[in-house]
């Protein structure tokens, strides 16, 4: 299936779900990834703040998780047509911008490359890892700048049950994907 139709057809289910069954699906997300993955204190996560109207993941648990644990976090700010990792603290400042997502007010890009988790926004991802996005292309242009050890999650309450037909060739799949059911690995052999 294309993007396009991939997109609106999961953009649409995800309107459908009541805030209720977003928060809980968010809950099994957050448990299945604590369980699967090895967090540590001093682990540096990237982390998207979610866009609530969007019904996007909450990522709120896992922050909150991460500051508790000592875990670095950082989030995305888009400046200009780039998107820069910003650490955050407990006690940062947000706004929001144009497009309705809560960023830092810093605009310091960290310049962290090294970072052991990238927890992904998406619409979907299909059997092979490959992402929908909203289009723009943020996270395809930050995985080719990051570390090539850096764990690329993505989070969705949906399973993979599609394929995209049209893969572009800047287009950097997922090592995992995360759902209320399991994680599932997209990296050949064990990892």
Same mark, same amino acid.
């Given at each position: 299936?294309?993007?396009?139709?991939?997109?609106?057809?999961?953009?649409?289910?995800?309107?459908?779900?009541?805030?209720?069954?977003?928060? #809980? #699906?968010?809950?099994n997300i957050f448990r299945?990834?604590?369980?699967?993955?090895s967090l540590r204190e001093?682990?540096?996560?990237? =982390?998207?703040? %979610?866009?609530?109207?969007?019904?996007?993941?909450?990522?709120?648990?896992? =922050?909150?998780?991460?500051?508790?644990?000592?875990?670095?976090?950082?989030?995305?700010?888009?400046?200009?047509?780039?998107?820069?990792?910003?650490?955050?603290?407990?006690?940062?400042?947000?706004?929001? $911008?144009?497009?309705?997502?809560?960023?830092?007010?810093?605009?310091?890009?960290?310049?962290? =490359?090294?970072?052991? !988790?990238?927890?992904?926004? #998406? #619409?979907?991802?299909?059997?092979?890892? $490959?992402?929908?996005?909203?289009?723009?292309?943020?996270?395809?242009?930050? !995985?080719?700048?990051?570390?090539? $050890?850096?764990?690329?999650?993505?989070?969705?309450?949906?399973? %993979?049950?599609?394929?995209?037909?049209?893969?572009?060739?800047?287009? =950097? %799949?997922?090592?995992?994907?995360?759902?209320?059911?399991?994680?599932?690995?997209?990296?050949?052999?064990?990892?």
């Amino acid at each position: 299936m294309q993007k396009s139709e991939l997109r609106k057809k999961y953009m649409q289910k995800r309107k459908a779900l009541s805030s209720d069954e977003a928060f #809980l #699906l968010s809950e099994n997300i957050f448990r299945n990834f604590l369980d699967y993955f090895s967090l540590r204190e001093g682990q540096k996560v990237h =982390i998207f703040i %979610p866009i609530e109207k969007f019904k996007e993941i909450d990522t709120q648990i896992f =922050i909150r998780y991460f500051f508790e644990h000592d875990i670095r976090v950082y989030v995305p700010r888009i400046v200009g047509d780039k998107l820069i990792a910003v650490e955050i603290f407990e006690d940062s400042v947000f706004e929001t $911008n144009t497009w309705g997502i809560s960023e830092p007010v810093s605009d310091t890009d960290s310049g962290e =490359i090294n970072f052991d !988790f990238v927890v992904t926004p #998406l #619409l979907y991802c299909d059997p092979h890892g $490959n992402r929908i996005g909203y289009g723009k292309g943020f996270y395809d242009k930050l !995985f080719q700048c990051i570390s090539q $050890n850096a764990k690329k999650i993505g989070v969705n309450y949906f399973n %993979p049950d599609e394929y995209v037909d049209d893969i572009w060739e800047n287009d =950097i %799949p997922l090592d995992y994907l995360v759902t209320p059911e399991a994680v599932l690995s997209f990296l050949s052999g064990a990892e």
